[in-house]
């Protein structure tokens, strides 16, 4: 059975990661999707590669593709600045689970 671990919460959204079946769950804004652990490198990936210089503009206008076909979300630069905070520092939390766990200072729950 599923029971995914959060790894970060923020106002817009959440991530959490499921140990049992290798799955994401992102959570952000209205939408949640699931991404398997390549799919989520490679969104991280993909998401880091868009410039966010910071702007005024509340016009969503970036388009990010999803693995599900005809699927994605569409940003405004600050909820992209939002979102790759969000990424960034659930990989660092899971990461440093993973540290944690390899030195017995963590049961993994
Ligand atoms: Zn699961």
Redesign the pocket.
């Given at each position: 059975m599923?029971?995914?671990k959060l790894l970060h919460h923020s106002e817009l959204g959440l991530i959490r990661f499921?140990e049992?079946?290798r799955?994401y769950q992102i959570a952000f804004g209205t939408i949640v999707f699931t991404l398997d652990v390549k799919d989520f490198y490679h969104f991280s990936t993909s998401i880091n590669k868009i410039s966010t210089i910071e702007t005024e503009c509340k016009i969503k206008d970036i388009w990010i593709n999803l693995p599900a076909e005809d699927v994605g979300l569409l940003l405004n630069t600050l909820e992209l600045i939002k979102l790759k905070e969000l990424v960034g520092l659930s990989l660092h939390t899971q990461k440093l689970n993973t540290i944690l766990q390899e030195v017995g200072l963590s049961s993994p729950k």
């Open positions: 599923c029971a995914p499921c049992e079946c799955h």
